[in-house]
């Protein structure tokens, strides 16, 4: 913006100038030619009232002498006995017609131009004064006031681009505090304004400063709507203690057992999430902690998978688990990779038939992490359908949002998730890649060697 400012401020100064300065210059090249012919008709009218006394040479050589052409030797007469005084440059028949015409005129000499002019002597006969003109005469003064005049148009032109580079700089410099507030909004600073009044705002344009008071409102709306957002989660998640209540003491009442330890486990943890919940929503996000980034996919999944074993041996389903025996760092939070593996898993529970067997595989590459679950059910039968967000067809209890919480971890690695059909099992499978590297090498084939089966 700024450099087109600059650059229109030049286009339309040189415009004017040269609409200006072109005829003036002209103007000072006519007023020179002038001044140089009407010189010479003043040397020639000094000589005239010599001629209208005496027509001796002598005596005309003293009064041309006297003026500043003959000095110069730039004058002559041209006396009627065809005899001349000084150095004449004009030719014959141009005479000729001076005399005839009875006027004066110019006409053209070597080097230059010649004032002819005719005086009246004795007996009635005409003599010519001719007074000559250099070219050099003509344009006297005009290179000069041509560069003043290109100055003048410089100067001009300088000026016009320090004031657009001034204007523009307050016109970019608002604008660009406005991005720069968009940024730090856009990055989660909630408290980030622009400056619509004093200094910092002087000289902004008034669209600018319309649409920093409509930034401000739009931060000050988000803010609000946050606030009302967090309230309204931490309303929802405390309702759900008096449920909760009643579950963790049906819980302790089932006895003992791998059933009863695993109900108890998930009551505990869900009790832990809830309490989580409304502890994030009441806090400040100004007083949020860092939030470190990074876990051990192998220890996530081992926990999860045996966490939701205890479901499968009572279901009698048969499950594998492969691919787990080294560490796998990713760039994923703990508890985000635990309910991206809690929802894949809790589809299996969900959409497949009770004894339906399922596998868990872990491949690492020196790029991503994969991980495979796989069932022996029927399968995905629209696979595009079932990744959507909300439009998961699985009956009650089911939101459609599993597998997209799932694709959002992944996104957010620059890795993906992909459905499609197991090669081993046979049923529905579906991958997710985790990307632990910028740049993305060859997905590596499928290796399933099962390290642990249960039955």
């Known amino acids: 913006m700024r450099w087109a400012m600059v650059k229109a401020a030049v286009a339309g100064t040189v415009m004017v100038a040269l609409a200006f300065l072109i005829p ?20 020639a009218a000094a000589i005239g009232p010599a001629l209208a006394i005496t027509t001796d040479q002598d005596a005309v050589a003293r009064a041309l002498a006297s003026t500043d052409a003959g000095a110069q030797d730039r004058i002559a007469v041209h006396l009627p006995a065809g005899a001349v005084v000084g150095e004449g440059r004009v030719a014959a028949v141009d005479l000729s017609a001076a005399v005839e015409h009875g006027r004066a005129g110019t006409v053209r000499a070597p080097g230059g131009f010649a004032l002819l002019q005719p005086f009246a002597v004795d007996n009635g006969q005409v003599a010519v004064v001719e007074v000559y003109v250099a070219d050099g005469d003509l344009t006297r003064g005009v290179g000069t006031a041509w560069l003043v005049l290109s100055g003048v148009a410089l100067a001009l032109v300088a000026l016009s681009v320090v004031v657009a580079d001034r204007m523009g700089g307050r016109i970019v410099m608002s604008a660009r505090r406005l991005a720069g507030a968009a940024r730090s909004l856009g990055s989660g600073n909630l408290t980030v304004r622009v400056p619509v009044t004093g200094k910092a705002a002087s000289g902004a344009p008034e669209e600018l400063i319309e649409a920093g008071h409509a930034f401000n409102a739009m931060a000050d709306r988000v803010v609000r709507l946050l606030a009302a957002e967090r309230e309204l989660a931490a309303d929802l998640s405390h309702r759900l203690r008096t449920p909760l209540t009643v579950l963790r003491l049906n819980a302790a009442s089932l006895g003992d057992g791998d059933a009863a330890d695993a109900t108890r486990h998930a009551v505990e943890q869900l009790e832990r999430e809830v309490d989580q919940i409304i502890r994030t929503a009441r ?173």
């Not at 020179?32 to 008709?41: L, P, S, V």
């Not at 080294?326 to 038939?353: E, I, K, M, S, Y």
């Not at 209890?397 to 197991?422: M, P, Q």
């Open 24 to 43: 003036l210059g002209l103007m000072v090249q006519q007023t020179a030619r002038d001044r140089a012919f009407t010189a010479a008709e003043r040397q």
């Open 283 to 455: 806090r400040d996000p100004e007083d949020a902690p860092p939030v470190v980034l990074g876990c051990d996919a192998v220890d996530v999944i081992r926990e999860r998978v045996g966490f939701w074993s205890a479901l499968a041996e009572d279901e009698g389903r048969a499950w594998q688990l492969a691919g787990a025996e080294r560490p796998a760092p990713v760039p994923v939070q703990r508890g985000d990779l635990a309910a991206a593996v809690d929802a894949l898993l809790g589809n299996v529970f969900r959409h497949t038939a009770i004894g339906t067997a399922f596998s868990v595989d872990l491949l690492v590459t020196e790029s991503s992490v994969i991980v495979l679950v796989g069932d022996a059910g029927p399968g995905f039968t629209d696979p595009a359908t079932a990744i959507e967000r909300g439009a998961g067809h699985g009956g009650e209890g089911s939101t459609g949002l599993g597998l997209d919480i799932v694709r959002k971890l992944a996104e957010a690695t620059g890795g993906d998730v992909a459905l499609g059909r197991s090669a081993v099992l046979g049923g529905a499978e579906i991958r997710l890649r985790l990307q632990t590297r910028s740049e993305a090498a060859p997905l590596p084939r499928q290796s399933r060697r099962r390290l642990t089966r249960r039955n």
